[in-house]
């Protein structure tokens, strides 16, 4: 196992005096986030001397059960594992609400303080974000580097940050994590400084680091922007194709998924955050049905909301799907909460009510069969898979079929051959069920096959003579009988639209054949 790195955010770090500029940041300001070969995965049996030693710190209020908490630190210490720590203590308070001046007391302060004497402990990590006044007061009473649960998230997205679309996103939320916490160790940013030559009377260094700070994230989301415009210009070639996003809490298995219903060999490692930017392969339902699938970034419990917003142009893969594949690890024993977060988190990208198709994961390797059978009780729409053995692959296809075409609309079109590109659209923006050929001619108004007229004007099913119709849309724009295509199709109702005004020239369309058999008035 490769050495682990020492954990080192950007924020904890004293700079150099004099502040920084931008063409030489100090270390702590990170903003090109590190490139690490290989990031060690601490397990209990799998510790090494060189792991930073770390205590985490939790508090229990009225709101969250003793065993709640408990929970929520083995999460935090899976997530100081990943970040390279190796985690030797726990420590909880037990209070009505966080005190805001310690968040855990003076008191819980001063146990803290002996306790990383005592082990001389390289970090403390509180499991809830700390205030700028927080982070001050407890670090002028221990003696170790301090860390809140979302610097230690960005501090992991950070390195497994690769491409430059998700290294810009995470130095974005850093800068934005570190503006408001640039007093906390740096006592010399408090002098003021003045006269010829300086960036103005009266000025503290404080607030040109800040400036400084805030011309960079301007340039970053004027990156961010421009990569939100080519993502955005990528989904429109997709415009034929149905898209399906994977959802679920970190480590759920939605890289593993994809790989298999992909064949692909993506990178997917049992570990937190091992996927950060969206990935989009192309999965066959059915010899006739292609869809393409996105794997996204994990959600996980209190998500920092600056990585929210600075992944906007990653989770746009989720709000733009068609469909969600809500992934859940069912061998977790908080999966239920899991669920909720993911909810939630769907909620503030604005994609809750997507329809969702629920997929619970790793049915393998769960032992308690009785939870398999309650589960299948309370979700009977849901699909019970391993991704990793490739068990009920099949009938996760096939639900999620059932699940593209539920809203579908199938109609039948009529197109003169004589205009292929409008053939060719409808081809290529819904499946084509079959397709003839025939004589038509200038007719009555178009038909879908649930009574809704393409052109706005329903017959309710009956044609002109009285006749119930199959489900004929009956197009055109001219007079005499012409060679034309009739189609049947089934679209989705985000190309309605298009379909509309593709076969707008054609809607008064209808079969010479149907008219000559149809009885005298």
């Not at 055109?476 to 049947?488: E, P, Y």
């Amino acid at each position: 196992m490769p050495a682990p790195r020492n954990i080192n955010v950007c924020s904890l770090v004293e700079p150099k005096a004099g502040g920084f500029s931008e063409a030489a940041l100090p270390p702590a300001f990170a903003l090109s986030p590190r490139k690490t070969a290989s990031i060690a995965l601490f397990t209990p049996e799998k510790k090494t001397e060189d792991a930073e030693t770390a205590i985490i710190v939790g508090v229990i209020t009225p709101r969250e059960s003793r065993w709640e908490v408990r929970d929520h630190l083995n999460e935090l210490e899976h997530l100081a594992r990943t970040a390279g720590a190796d985690v030797t203590d726990r420590l909880t308070q037990s209070l009505n609400s966080p005190d805001p001046a310690t968040f855990i007391g003076s008191g819980k302060v001063n146990e803290l303080a002996r306790l990383t004497k005592q082990r001389d402990s390289d970090l403390v990590i509180f499991d809830d974000e700390l205030t700028p006044v927080q982070v001050k007061n407890i670090e002028q009473q221990i003696d170790c580097k301090l860390l809140d649960r979302s610097g230690l998230i960005l501090d992991i997205f950070a390195s497994r940050a690769q491409t430059r679309a998700a290294k810009t996103q995470v130095e974005l939320a850093q800068l934005d994590y570190l503006r408001s916490r640039l007093t906390r160790r740096w006592t010399h940013l408090s002098r003021q400084e003045g006269g010829i030559g300086t960036k103005g009377p009266g000025e503290t260094q404080i607030e040109m680091d800040r400036r400084m700070i805030d011309k960079r994230m301007a340039k970053l989301r004027d990156k961010l922007d421009e990569i939100d415009r080519q993502r955005t210009t990528q989904r429109k070639g997709r415009d034929a194709y149905t898209t399906a996003s994977l959802v679920g809490y970190t480590n759920a298995g939605k890289s593993t998924l994809l790989n298999a219903l992909a064949d692909e060999d993506l990178f997917a490692e049992d570990r937190l955050f091992a996927t950060l930017d969206a990935t989009t392969r192309t999965v066959e339902l059915d010899p006739n049905k292609e869809v393409l699938m996105s794997d996204t970034v994990g959600f996980i419990r209190k998500l920092p909301h600056r990585l929210i917003e600075s992944f906007k142009s990653t989770l746009d893969e989720v709000r733009e799907s068609d469909v969600l594949l809500h992934v859940v690890d069912v061998t977790h024993r908080n999966y239920e909460e899991q669920m909720q977060v993911v909810a939630e988190t769907l909620g503030d990208l604005e994609a809750r009510d997507k329809p969702t198709l629920t997929v619970f994961n790793k049915i393998d390797a769960l032992e308690d069969r009785t939870l398999l059978r309650r589960l299948r009780r309370n979700h009977p729409d849901a699909v019970f898979i391993s991704a990793l053995r490739g068990i009920g692959l099949e009938t996760l296809k096939e639900a999620l079929l059932a699940l593209i075409q539920r809203d579908h609309v199938e109609r039948l079109a009529y197109i003169p051959v004589s205009e292929p590109e409008a053939i060719a659209r409808v081809h290529e923006l819904a499946d084509v069920i079959d397709e003839d050929y025939l004589y038509a001619k200038n007719g009555a108004s178009d038909v879908s096959l649930n009574g809704e007229a393409l052109n706005g004007e329903a017959l309710n099913g009956k044609a002109p003579n009285g006749e119930v119709l199959s489900g004929e849309v009956l197009n055109g724009g001219v007079d005499d009988a012409q060679a034309v295509a009739r189609i049947h199709f089934r679209a989705a109702p985000r190309n309605d639209a298009r379909l509309r005004k593709t076969l707008a020239p054609f809607s008064a369309l209808r079969s010479v054949e149907r008219e000559r058999s149809a009885p005298e008035a």
